[in-house]
């Protein structure tokens, strides 16, 4: 797995914002939690402040051991850097950190299981170089671990003339990312592919593929056990302490100067800790001095199931030509590996991070991102897809109606409601999606040992290979770095 690594490694330097922000000295001090006070400048926001406020301050800590690094969030981006920190450098000690019961219960599980092709990418982007290593690696993977997949197609259909050149625009972009066998059709050729299909162009690529996401996150915390690594599962980390001052200041503490500390009272020392906690990263990074942005937005997709009787009619996926300004999917469908097909998503912002269900519900997470002008412009500029979608949600007609486009052999009595997936959708202070990686460092002396992978440009887990052998390489030159406390 180091091949891309070396692809993907120049590219950090042009194309990711790897936030190095101003030192500030001793912009944290104090210990852990709520004991931690910010000085100077840059003061803690409100809104981080509410989430520093769910962390305990308890004096009685357990151990649970040292380590030269640890990686927090055990999804497939997390699973898979730690992975490929043991396969690039196996004599050090890493360590796994999940605060769900399992790997991969969030994101990486609740998703449909493509795994696309560059077509949509924008051509020389870090999102373009990621998908389309990340694919590579991907199909490796599940073909050496034998994990149940398949190249089923994707059909991407215009409608009418009008659609056409924005079809012919993406097939443009599917050229310059060397989408393999991508093909434009006309009608006749799409209705080989697809017979029940209606429109009058389609873009083919054969080489998209669907898997089950969640099954490729356990095979690599497998593996990740299987070199060493060590997984703790249960523990929710809400704070960090990188020991600011000279009272720590020995060669011991120093080897492990990061302590990650849990919300029942335990605690890991690291010699670099890598974040990804997907739809927590905004909020685990403020614990660490994060910047504020991009904040996370969790967007509920429901997706259907459509009548077994109708399996048969498709053979592929199939969807729309999309429009790129929109930050929701347009509905597609699309055949499983059980031969079953799935039709979605319906998507609406959710009123939880990592709630399933449309009633489920927080305080915080309703109130806090009205307080942030991002989230406030991202509703304005995205209102009138946000009022489609939430009409969608209450009624499949209007589903039904979208599909009937370009596949008219449904009714909404065919569809029935099944999987939701909350997806972290991260936006910046204009309102805008933001579709590159972005890391952040934190402030104070956790600048030195702490990093969070904010951002996981679409298709994230096409994407997550890739970008593992990158952050991998980042950690891995980082841990061997001298620890100056007083940096
Ligand atoms: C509905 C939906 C459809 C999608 N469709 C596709 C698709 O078809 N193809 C594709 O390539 N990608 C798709 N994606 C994107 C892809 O699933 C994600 O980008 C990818 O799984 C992200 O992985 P992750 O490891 O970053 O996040 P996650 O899988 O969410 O993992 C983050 C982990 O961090 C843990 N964590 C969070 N906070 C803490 C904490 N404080 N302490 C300890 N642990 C913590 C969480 O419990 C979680 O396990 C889809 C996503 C969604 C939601």
């Known amino acids: 797995m180091n091949l891309a690594g070396k692809n993907l490694g120049f590219l950090l330097g042009t194309l990711t914002r790897v936030r190095h922000l101003p030192k500030r000295a001793a912009a944290y001090s104090g210990d852990v939690f709520g004991r931690r006070e910010r000085r100077g400048a840059e003061r803690t926001t409100p809104l981080r402040r509410t989430f520093a406020a769910g962390s305990p301050t308890c004096p009685k800590m357990c151990s649970l051991g040292k380590f030269d690094v640890a990686v927090i969030g055990g999804g497939l981006v997390g699973t898979a850097t730690a992975l490929e920190i043991l396969e690039s450098c196996p004599n050090l000690s890493c360590v796994l950190v999940e605060k769900e019961s399992c790997l991969g219960t969030h994101q990486s599980s609740y998703n449909p299981g493509i795994i696309h092709t560059a077509l949509l990418c924008t051509p020389n982007t870090m999102q373009a170089a990621l998908c389309c290593q990340g694919l590579k690696l991907a199909y490796s993977y599940i073909k050496c671990k034998g994990i149940k997949h398949c190249m089923i197609g994707e059909l991407i259909v215009a409608k009418n003339e009008s659609e056409v050149a924005r079809l012919e625009c993406l097939y443009e972009r599917a050229l310059a990312n060397g989408v393999e066998g991508i093909q434009m059709l006309g009608c006749k050729e799409m209705k080989r592919i697809e017979p029940n299909v209606t429109g009058c162009k389609a873009v083919y690529s054969p080489c998209t593929g669907i898997v089950d996401w969640g099954e490729v996150t356990a095979a690599l915390g497998k593996d990740f056990q299987m070199k060493n690594g060590k997984v703790r599962t249960d523990f929710n980390v809400v704070g960090f302490d990188v020991c600011p001052d000279s009272r720590h200041d020995t060669p011991e503490t120093n080897m492990h100067p990061a302590t990650i500390y849990s919300d029942d009272n335990r605690m890991i020392s690291a010699g670099f800790v890598l974040c990804c906690t997907g739809l927590f990263a905004d909020r685990v990074s403020w614990l660490s001095g994060g910047q504020f942005d991009p904040y996370i937005v969790p967007i509920r997709s429901q ?15 199939i969807h729309p030509v999309p429009d790129m300004s929109c930050p929701f999917q347009r509905p597609k469908i699309m055949k499983r590996l059980d031969g079953s097909v799935w039709v979605g998503p319906v998507s609406n912002i959710a009123m939880k991070r990592e709630g399933y269900k449309l009633t489920d519900w927080t305080l915080q997470d309703i109130e806090e991102p009205f307080r942030y002008s991002g989230f406030r412009r991202f509703l304005t500029k995205n209102s009138k897809s946000i009022q489609d979608e939430a009409l969608k949600c209450v009624s499949s007609d209007r589903l039904i109606a979208e599909l009937m486009d370009y596949f008219p052999l449904f009714c909404s009595k065919d569809l029935k409601k099944i999987e939701t997936g909350v997806c972290a959708v991260p936006i910046d202070c204009q309102g805008d999606v933001v579709g590159e ?45 001298p620890f100056d406390p007083n940096n």
Do not use: F
């Open 303 to 317: 997706y259907y199931k459509l009548n077994p009787k109708k399996c048969h009619l498709v053979n592929s996926i």
């Open 437 to 481: 990686v972005v890391m952040d460092n934190g402030t104070g002396a956790a600048r030195q040992r702490i990093l969070h992978c904010r951002t996981i440009p679409d298709p994230g887990a096409t994407n997550g290979l890739a970008l593992a052998k990158l952050l991998a390489d980042i950690v891995i030159t980082e841990v061997n770095k």
